[in-house]
């Protein structure tokens, strides 16, 4: 079974500094997908970025940038300039290849952006 | 486009009743699922469906049932509402692939009391 964890519940960074939100995944699957999603206060589930098992690059989305370890099954989500916009939950989640997988979800990380 | 719409967004449950969320998606998406969000829980999937006429248990399916008649709907329904089904839920559908993000309805705060 897939699962997701997020190690760090809450977050601090301060604005226009770059901040690493760290999550590891567990899977046998050799096909995988690895996603991010933001959930500000209003409560919407915003899609970030993708990382595919076989991509050979790190996955890059404006600011975000998702550093991929796959020996260490790791996926850690890279913010890069902090905004006050920024300070929201957000969830690392993964799914199995193919289509029967579902996407799993870690427990969040509550990122706080200072000014 | 809409994509996801989820109603209603706000419910007040009395503990036995019973209630039907809607969840339709524009997107001529296959796969569609619901999830339900607790507090330091993260989102957990009751159900999903690959397509009209299939559907499937997630990891909390008590106390919800689901069909599928159709590409654009897929309705939860609590049968007997529990104060354990006091959250926050999401519909989402994606693509049968599901590679490039799932798009997530804006959500439905149920409290049973």
């Known amino acids: 079974a897939q699962k997701i964890t997020q190690t760090q519940p809450g977050m601090f960074v301060q604005e226009k500094e770059a901040v690493t939100l760290d999550c590891t995944y567990d899977t046998s699957d050799p096909s995988y997908g690895l996603f991010w999603y933001k959930q500000p206060s209003s409560g919407e589930m915003i899609f970030l970025i993708y990382?595919?098992?076989?991509?050979?690059q790190n996955a890059t989305e404006g600011r975000y940038s998702l550093n991929f370890q796959k020996a260490r099954k790791s996926a850690n989500l890279v913010i890069s300039a902090s905004q006050l916009g920024d300070s929201a939950m957000y969830f690392c989640?993964?799914?199995?290849?193919?289509?029967?997988?579902?996407?799993?979800f870690g427990k969040g990380t509550k990122l706080s952006v200072k000014p | 486009n809409a994509g996801v719409t989820q109603t209603p967004k706000f419910q007040v449950l009395k503990t036995g009743q019973s209630m039907t969320l809607q969840c339709a998606q524009d997107m001529n998406h296959e796969y569609m699922s619901w999830y339900r969000q607790d507090p330091g829980m993260g989102l957990r999937l009751i159900h999903y469906s690959v397509g009209a006429g299939i559907t499937d248990q997630g990891e909390v399916p008590n106390g919800y049932n689901v069909s599928r008649s159709t590409t654009e709907d897929f309705p939860l329904r609590l049968l007997s509402a529990a104060p354990s089904q006091t959250s926050v839920y999401f519909c989402a559908s994606s693509t049968q692939q599901g590679f490039y993000g799932y798009t997530f309805g804006s959500g439905t705060r149920l409290t049973v009391v």
């Open positions: 990382q595919g098992s076989y991509d050979q």
């Open positions: 989640a993964s799914k199995r290849g193919g289509s029967q997988g579902n996407l799993i």
